[in-house]
């Protein structure tokens, strides 16, 4: 085990698109490749959202890691949690252990970031990791429950408010599946309630939804917005968050449930390389992706800050899938003894999907929404989507929930997660004081 | 909301298999149905260890109850906490209000009995729920993860010993799959581990396995478990279980997952009633599916003990659903002024699954084994999913696992879970005391 092989030791920190990318590089490679991630799985990212709102399993958008290399023998596949690079000893260093590298490519990609407010964290999380989308569906799942029971009528109105803090393709997504989902999905599932009157409130500091976007399509992708029936809050900021509600332009909103789907900071890990990062975190790399004053640490993906044209690299999944490929051909480059070749990011476009057939493409000149932008988004995430297994069985659950309005996972799995939110709602009054069920009188 | 409707009020507590069939033969009857359950779904309980072992996701085996019942106007569905009946002011008293019945349905079934031991829970995690079944998933995932790392080779033999206690169909299922799962799922996924030299040994106190079954049978089962892999061991006791193993006829097996799918206790709502209860705490019922000295409270499935021919009817899917659709024909008969008939329990046979291609069947007079037995399960089980989408999602996948062996939800959802499960392992030694990853020196 402790033996040192004769290859070099390639240390691959993140199964995301970039490290999954660089590992898949070094397929015939001479050289020892160890993937450390947290996480047992590769997550297809794009499509996290679709748990959240309950129209996909996990297992639909994740793959395990060790299957993915399962035919590549020059790969093993370590989970744990890297908290730290020594690079002077060239030691990876594990919450439980420590792991020596020759060469490190470092994706470890980029979190939330609640503005200084971490404190906002418990009341309004964000969509990161499965466990992420797992919190936020139970979250809307029981918001609807809760209103069912509630004789209250303003803290019914509560449970009913959704509010999305950030107009990117995050935000976008989960406000116009929320409002499907409440208007198409539950319209005849609850008695007490009228699903269709639900509020989803979508609020954008900046002054228009997908910035990234021309400004057309970003006026098409607020339209569509608003047809599902999303309030759009453009130029206003979120403050005050707590369990009870939010702040948003001085007005207060009772709302009980608060997706955060605004700002990103680095994954921690960069600060222990003593090189320059931006303001989010970001290893500010070199043109041929290596982190500053190394030879043989690169970064990759969400985690590298790397500047073409005057532009920001984006952080999407083609991105960070060349530069793990381009990172991979400069260490085999040296390996060989040859120089080095500068990271030239091939734009493919942008996509972002907001409904049922409803979505923005900017793909060069060409620019579309609505129908024919979706259609190519399914197209896309279903042809990216890892294993055959999983495209196949999405694609039947899409055509399935298409067809039907349907979403097969709306399951609430934590046998107490509904009485903990009850009592959250109202710790002080004792039970016979609790909004009784239809039908009810006191206990 | 708190108006009283001119029509019964029936209360149904749980929507299992008899809940639902209670529910369902309610569709025209002039009633106001409430179902009450503490979750939001529907469970098909007899494919719950797929998703213990990752095959199926969650949703593809649990439906929601709204879902179920969207288009039954007369079914309102209440998520909440049933723990006692009020039989005097006929009211079920919920853990955050109350409900009043005209004619109440108790259908909540049974969960794991420990035999005195619940310490053992946490060492031993039973199969009832989803959660359940996402605990066993995670901890038989981390089981291998723990073991490639660790080099200590006792520890690695305990993580490599999976201990099943109880020799019924769901001990005889989670054996048969775990040992497939090890020696065919995982074979080339592990670099420093065989996983075909995991143990997964079957514990069993009485003489056979599916002591339900005929004894040829039970040797059948038995021989197809071995087959697979499994060591069965009958005739002997589990005791002494902790997390470090447990102790079988004297001898002390070092096995970091137990699982347990021996005994049953009802379900401890029935302890309100006031009534007699067998051994296991279920309400021995009158012929009419009442409880005794009852006029208006039905108790049926696994909760109700009722004998006929001198054998107690099975706690099986087809009796609950069968008692559901009689204690509603009993019910709707008194509220026309006539009498109740006696419940009559048609045998539909016993049907269990051991592995891919193994099972044994043994309805009325024909007694199978081996794939035509697993054909027939297959099919039955495929058969009454609820929902169509589950039925054909869930046969892609079958079909897919059966052809490439492959389990597509191996999941370790909780982000914390690895860590959490490594300190449990090694409280004592600091961090660089840890078993080290492959290639790894201390930090």
């Given at each position: 085990m402790t033996t040192t092989p004769p290859e070099p030791r390639v240390v691959i920190l993140g199964a995301g698109f970039g490290g999954l990318a660089a590992a898949r590089?070094?397929?015939?490679?001479?050289?020892?490749?160890?993937?450390?991630?947290?996480s047992n799985h590769h997550l297809f990212q794009p499509l996290l959202y679709q748990v959240a709102t309950a129209?996909?399993?996990?297992?639909?958008?994740?793959?395990p890691i060790?299957?993915?290399?399962?035919?590549?023998?020059?790969?093993?596949?370590?989970?744990?949690?890297?908290?730290?690079?020594?690079?002077?000893?060239?030691?990876?260093?594990?919450?439980?252990?420590?792991?020596?590298?020759?060469?490190?490519?470092?994706?470890?990609?980029?979190?939330?970031?609640?503005?200084g407010h971490d404190d906002w964290a418990a009341s309004a999380p964000g969509l990161k990791t499965l466990h992420d989308a797992l919190v936020i569906r139970q979250r809307v799942l029981l918001a609807f429950e809760l209103a069912e029971r509630e004789t209250d009528l303003a803290r019914r109105r509560a449970s009913m408010t959704f509010v999305i803090v950030g107009g990117g393709p995050t935000g976008v997504e989960l406000a116009g599946t929320l409002a499907e989902v409440s208007r198409q999905t539950l319209a005849?599932?609850?008695?007490?309630?009228?699903?269709?009157?639900?509020?989803?409130?979508?609020?954008?500091?900046?002054?228009?939804?997908?910035?990234?976007?021309?400004?057309?399509?970003?006026a098409a992708a607020r339209q569509q917005l608003e047809t599902l029936g999303v309030t759009v809050w453009t130029g206003v900021r979120a403050t005050d968050i707590n369990d009870?509600?939010?702040?948003?332009?001085?007005?207060?909103?009772?709302?009980?449930?608060?997706?955060?789907?605004?700002?990103?900071?680095?994954?921690p890990i960069a600060r222990s390389f003593n090189v320059p990062l931006d303001q989010v975190g970001r290893v500010i790399v070199t043109p041929e992706l290596l982190a500053p004053g190394s030879e043989n640490i690169y970064v990759i993906g969400d985690l590298?800050?790397?500047?073409?044209?005057?532009?920001?690299?984006?952080?999407?999944?083609?991105?960070?899938?060349?530069?793990?490929?381009?990172?991979?051909?400069?260490?085999?480059?040296?390996?060989?003894?040859?120089?080095?070749?500068?990271?030239?990011?091939?734009?493919?476009?942008?996509?972002?999907?907001?409904?049922?057939?409803?979505?923005?493409?900017?793909?060069?000149?060409?620019?579309?929404?609505?129908?024919?932008?979706?259609l190519l988004w399914l197209f896309v995430h279903i042809l990216f989507?890892?294993?055959?297994?999983?495209?196949?069985?999405?694609?039947?659950?899409?055509?399935w929930s298409y067809v039907t309005f349907d979403r097969g996972a709306r399951l609430i799995t934590d046998p107490l997660a509904a009485q903990r939110a009850r009592h959250q709602d109202q710790p002080a009054p004792p039970p016979q004081d609790q909004p009784p069920a239809p039908g009810v009188g006191p206990a």
């Open positions: 590089a070094l397929k015939r490679a001479p050289v020892r490749v160890t993937i450390v991630d947290r129209a996909l399993s996990p297992a639909d958008i994740a793959a060790r299957r993915i290399f399962r035919g590549q023998r020059n790969v093993s596949v370590v989970l744990a949690e890297a908290v730290a690079v020594d690079t002077a000893s060239n030691q990876v260093i594990l919450s439980d252990g420590s792991l020596d590298y020759d060469i490190l490519i470092v994706a470890t990609g980029a979190g939330h970031a609640y503005f005849r599932d609850f008695r007490a309630i009228d699903t269709a009157s639900t509020r989803v409130i979508l609020v954008e500091t900046g002054p228009r939804v997908l910035p990234a976007f021309d400004e057309d399509l970003s009870s509600g939010l702040t948003v332009g001085g007005e207060r909103i009772a709302a009980r449930t608060i997706l955060w789907a605004a700002g990103v900071q680095a994954s590298a800050h790397i500047e073409q044209e005057g532009s920001l690299v984006p952080g999407v999944a083609p991105a960070a899938m060349q530069q793990g490929a381009h990172a991979v051909q400069n260490l085999l480059a040296t390996l060989r003894g040859e120089p080095r070749a500068p990271f030239h990011y091939r734009d493919k476009g942008l996509l972002a999907t907001i409904g049922r057939g409803a979505a923005v493409a900017q793909i060069g000149p060409i620019k579309t929404s609505g129908l024919p932008a979706w989507l890892i294993g055959f297994r999983n495209r196949l069985v999405v694609f039947i659950q899409w055509a």
